[in-house]
């Protein structure tokens, strides 16, 4: 049972609970738990085999540790069972889309009997919304483009699900005997921001005693195709899992194939063609003469290339600057030297400054930045000017008692509509780090909110740029402002851009890193971590990077302390 069918349970228990209309508190608190069981990346199932408490878990108390267990033994759990009774089985689902809360939702329900997202589409489409009170047709239209960005995504998972789910089949697959070897391949090898199934190559001499293996996996609720070449399963989350059987002289090759992407293998398939070559899933063949197969670098350089990183296989000019010898030599996990975006106790964090520093020292990291909401936000507790005046020198007491770490005083500015910062400028220059970010009025149209991030990007007082188009995948549409002009802001003030790593945001998006990256601006990936757990997610944002062509240098907190205090020393 993974992580995230629990995390989508306590989601679903907050969900029926919201619409009708029970204690705030009470939601809050399945709220959190869906979010700390979700971000964890050891597996619940694990921890409560090696006998870990599960109480030791930001916001998990006895009574949600219970509702864990029996997520783990059933798959849901009474309590959830229950109050589906009480609503239609879709209707919850109506939260999701962008602009609708508990109370519209109700009285879509009691109003039109709208039960799920293809009633509301029907609805919203007709124009039967806009009529209802406190609705109008801005609201229907809101609706309309809620559900398209929905249905983006539809039958897509996030690629930290995608991730734990791989972890947990990786365990399984690593105790079947008569499995040698295995290996994801597909948009999870690329790590795309989500993905539609995994891929999974396995060498087996025995291929029926390993589909035996494979099939005694617990979470697969479906077989889909079982024979000799493939078998097909949907696990209990509903992601389909395809395990493919390779010869181990084909497995290189199989791995190119299957790692796609089309447009990549496409043009690689040109270029044998002009060798008089064929490549395939089985190999590169002349005549009928295999040439290479068996490792993907000897089919590369049989194709007169070097080896090409997964994550570049888009057909975004990979393939050229492979046959010039221009790769760029891809920003790794282990060049990251620091965290510059965390959220403490002060505000909506659940743990306190010392807490982020300890751990970020436990992960080899010479610094972390505590950046605290500013006072816009008022439902993360945003601080106001004197108390982050208080917050900072709190955190810099700690910071003093500290040895070889530094943990900078920061925050999260609000950008206001007007391109005002939402505390005063005086504050924010006696800060070690400043993030500007936007929070709100995402629907600005294109020349206002421009104007709006580069009077922030402009203000002298930002070191860096938040989740830059401000999106939530799946739920939120980018903000639309002109790319090029706000980039050339940034590198002439000195402004960098951040790579948002939490797996909703994956914000600056990786064909913007490159552009950026061609226009000279820098980069910072950071984890917004909310928990001592988020700060294991910077993986996700080392992925966009490494999508985006970034090199080591093109990422400010690849630096070492002693250099990135140069480097934010005001002149």
Request: glycine letters at 8%.
């Amino acid at each position: 049972m993974e992580n995230a069918r629990i995390a989508a349970v306590f989601g679903r228990i907050a969900d029926i609970l919201e619409i009708l209309g029970e204690n705030a508190f009470r939601i809050r608190s399945y709220r959190n738990a869906s979010r700390t069981v979700g971000d964890l990346t050891e597996t619940l199932a694990d921890m409560v085999a090696e006998g870990k408490d599960l109480t030791d878990l930001p916001g998990i108390g006895d009574s949600l540790a219970g509702k864990i267990r029996e997520i783990l033994a059933s798959g849901t759990c009474e309590m959830l069972e229950d109050l589906q009774k009480r609503l239609p089985a879709h209707l919850p689902d109506l939260l999701h889309v962008k602009g609708l809360g508990p109370k519209k939702v109700k009285v879509l329900y009691e109003r039109l009997g709208i039960q799920s997202l293809g009633d509301l589409k029907t609805a919203a489409g007709a124009g039967k919304i806009r009529d209802l009170d406190g609705m109008g047709a801005k609201t229907e239209q809101n609706i309309l483009q809620g559900l398209a960005t929905l249905e983006s995504e539809a039958g897509r998972i996030g690629i930290k699900e995608a991730a734990d789910a791989v972890r947990a089949l990786g365990r399984h697959l690593d105790g079947v005997e008569a499995v040698r070897r295995w290996q994801v391949a597909g948009s999870f090898r690329r790590r795309r921001e989500t993905i539609g199934d995994l891929d999974v190559l396995v060498e087996a001499p025995q291929r029926e005693q390993a589909a035996d293996g494979i099939l005694a996996y617990r979470p697969i609720e479906t077989i889909l195709a079982r024979g000799g070449q493939k078998v097909s399963v949907a696990l209990v989350e509903g992601l389909q899992v395809d395990f493919r059987f390779v010869d181990t002289q084909a497995f290189g090759a199989a791995m190119m194939y299957f790692t796609g992407s089309k447009a990549h293998n496409i043009v690689l398939r040109k270029r044998a063609q002009k060798r008089r070559l064929k490549l395939n899933e089985y190999g590169l063949f002349r005549g009928k003469r295999r040439v290479a197969g068996e490792t993907e670098e000897e089919v590369f350089a049989a194709l007169d290339l070097p080896w090409i990183p997964p994550e570049l296989r888009e057909d975004r000019g990979e393939i050229d600057a492979a046959a010039e010898r221009k790769l760029p030599n891809l920003v790794e996990p282990a060049d990251i030297r620091g965290d510059l975006h965390a959220h403490s106790t002060a505000t909506d964090g659940a743990n306190t400054p010392r807490q982020l520093a300890d751990a970020a020292r436990q992960r080899g990291y010479q610094y972390l930045a505590v950046t605290d909401h500013s006072q816009a936000v008022t439902i993360a507790g945003g601080l106001k000017a004197s108390d982050l005046r208080r917050h900072a020198d709190r955190v810099r007491r700690v910071n003093a008692d500290l040895d070889g770490f530094w943990l900078l005083a920061g925050v999260e500015v609000d950008i206001l509509n007007d391109g005002r910062l939402d505390l005063p400028q005086k504050v924010l220059e006696g800060l070690d780090w400043v993030v500007a970010s936007v929070h709100s009025a995402f629907s600005l149209a294109e020349a206002k909110m421009t104007d709006r991030i580069l009077a922030a990007v402009r203000s002298g007082v930002v070191h860096c740029l938040g989740h830059p188009f401000g999106r939530i995948i799946g739920r939120r549409d980018p903000i639309r402002f002109d790319v090029d002009r706000v980039f050339e802001a940034c590198r002439e003030a000195g402004v960098c851009l951040e790579i948002n790593a939490y797996p909703d945001r994956l914000d600056l998006p990786d064909v913007y890193c490159k552009r950026a990256r061609e226009m000279g601006v820098t980069m910072v990936i950071s984890t917004d971590a909310h928990k001592i757990a988020d700060l294991d997610l910077m993986e996700f944002g080392v992925s966009v990077a490494r999508r985006g062509w970034l090199e080591k240098a093109d990422v400010l907190n690849t630096l070492s302390a002693s250099s990135l205090r140069k480097r934010l020393t005001r002149s």
